[in-house]
């Protein structure tokens, strides 16, 4: 396609952070006319859903999953806008196969909708009603969001935008709005289902970084629902840094430019608006001063926080403060030989070996095996990524951090090898990844991920807003609705664009 031509009548828009949720936002500014500078202190553009390269093979770093490919999905959306090729994908089915404590016949969540139904009734008997009820919560709450809505609206336009994507349908949701899964587990008495509920406090950990008792029902009814026909996961060919890698192309064929290796050190301000940000070259030592009209931050409501200085906004920072602590994450990543690998492996698993112990710490562990000739292995060879929520920081004291590195690698390999044929013999690589690794590569505050768990306080309608109370400043990403993923952070980039472009 050919390039396109700059608007230098529109605004002049910097976005920090070149993850999924940046670069989608600078691609369709781009796109749309608007010079785009995006700067990130990274080697490589993607964030938590990039790549790093061992060997021969090819790791995943955080995300190894993507929803939204489908027609009306959010990356076919947007990527149909940009006029690029959706990436190709393997649909996962099952996405995901969950081994609960002591029991070797997985959970398998099923692509196939009525597949899905009897899988569930089997292993939950008369649970039936509660699943209808996430069913119907999916329904109403998958079109309404398919409309487009501003959540949370923050001016007349935005609430515009919210009142329009309103229909009939969407009052089932209303007396649902202040329950949590928890909740709705106790109306239909399954409150004391040891299985079921660890089940869902399982799945949910991954979606919504907090357990059934404390997850929004409406958010919980789309997360757990979205893995089904018509929509779905895949597992993108080649890595999830095809998603990155396209959206690069789009940007710089669009005029967009793109600097890696730059981290902007602090969003500058005169009175109460931002007027640009402070960049440090982290090749040469340069730093320097680029304006900006408009100023886009692909961050943590925490890493906001502290670009724009503690007392620019202190009512933001005090409920930012007032936050939760955010999980982080430790992640394994084996190179390893074919014969590690069991015959008809699931590619992707969740395993909790302890009923008594926590949803992390290696005690829950979720799991990711490449696909022959998906392109992240050698022939003969497979990666095997197991990831385990953590206490982030905790990494960040005084203790000897290798010697807890190194405790936790063996123990995940100790617990993988319940499951894989893990020997000497055939790991062939061994790399892991802590918060202060994420820290240093996403830049995320003490190395977080996932975003902001979603709790009645912090989901939709009650979460932290695209508009920031400084007017020319917006924050993208998984601490905005609709979350954390892909698609998340896509469609909150997207909100972004339709309100600065409007």
């Known amino acids: 396609m050919p390039h396109k031509q700059t608007d230098s009548s529109k605004p002049r828009i910097v976005v920090i952070g070149a993850g999924i949720g940046g670069l989608t936002a600078a691609a369709l500014l781009a796109h749309r006319g608007y010079p785009v500078l995006v700067l990130d202190q990274a080697i490589v553009p993607g964030g938590c859903a990039s790549t790093f390269k061992r060997q021969g093979f090819t790791f995943d770093v955080g995300a190894t999953q993507v929803a939204g490919l489908e027609p009306g999905g959010i990356h076919k959306r947007i990527f149909d806008e940009l006029e690029i090729d959706i990436p190709p994908g393997i649909p996962c089915d099952p996405a995901c196969a969950v081994f609960l404590p002591g029991e070797t016949t997985p959970i398998n969540v099923w692509r196939d909708r009525e597949k899905w139904q009897a899988e569930r009734q089997g292993q939950f008997p008369g649970s039936e009603p509660f699943w209808q009820l996430l ?15 501003v959540l949370p609206p923050r001016n007349i336009w935005d609430l515009g ?10 009052l089932i949701t209303v007396p649902f709005t202040f329950m949590t899964v928890g909740d709705a587990l106790r109306i239909y008495g399954l409150s004391d289902r040891l299985r079921l509920r660890t089940f869902l406090d399982m799945q949910l950990k991954l979606y919504s970084q907090v357990d059934a008792e404390e997850t929004a029902l409406l958010y919980a009814a789309t997360a757990l629902a979205v893995s089904q026909t018509p929509q779905g996961l895949y597992h993108l060919l080649g890595s999830m840094q095809v998603l990155s890698d396209r ?26 608006k931002a007027t640009g940000v402070g960049i440090k070259n982290q090749k040469t030592g340069e730093v320097w001063r680029e304006p900006a009209d408009i100023v886009i931050a692909n961050v943590t409501v925490q890493n906001l926080v502290n670009l724009l200085g503690n007392e620019t906004l202190p009512g933001y920072k005090r409920r930012v403060d007032k936050l939760p602590a955010p999980s982080g994450a430790f992640v394994l990543y084996l190179g390893v030989d074919c014969s590690a690998i069991p015959e008809g492996y699931l590619p992707h698993l969740q395993f909790l070996y302890d009923y008594d112990g926590p949803i992390g710490e290696n005690n829950s562990l979720f799991v990711s095996v490449s696909h022959p000739g998906d392109g992240r292995a050698p022939f003969g060879k497979a990666t095997i990524i197991a990831s385990s929520f953590t206490e982030a920081g905790a990494w960040w004291h005084d203790r000897d951090y290798e010697e807890m590195k190194q405790l936790y690698t063996r123990e995940a390999i100790a617990r993988l090898g319940q499951y894989f044929n ?3 013999e055939t790991i062939i690589l061994t790399e892991a990844a802590t918060p202060r690794t994420f820290a240093r590569y996403t830049g995320r505050d003490l190395g977080v991920v996932g975003g902001i768990g979603q709790r009645l306080s912090t ?8 508009r920031t109370p400084i007017e020319n400043v917006w924050l993208v990403g998984d601490s905005t609705h609709p979350g954390e993923g892909t698609a998340g952070v896509s469609y909150s980039a997207l909100t972004v664009v339709r309100q600065i472009d409007f």
Request: hydrophobic share 40%; glycine share 12%.
């Open 135 to 149: 069913a119907r919560l999916f329904e109403a709450c998958w079109r309404f969001q398919g409309r487009d809505p």
């Open 161 to 170: 935008q919210l009142l329009k994507a309103v229909r009939p349908d969407t």
């Open 247 to 272: 959206l690069v192309g789009a940007l710089e064929r669009d005029g967009g430019k793109l600097l890696m290796c730059h981290t902007v050190e602090r969003i500058e301000m005169s009175g109460e």
């Open 422 to 424: 893990l020997t000497p």
């Open 459 to 466: 989901f939709g309608p009650f979460g932290f807003a695209n």
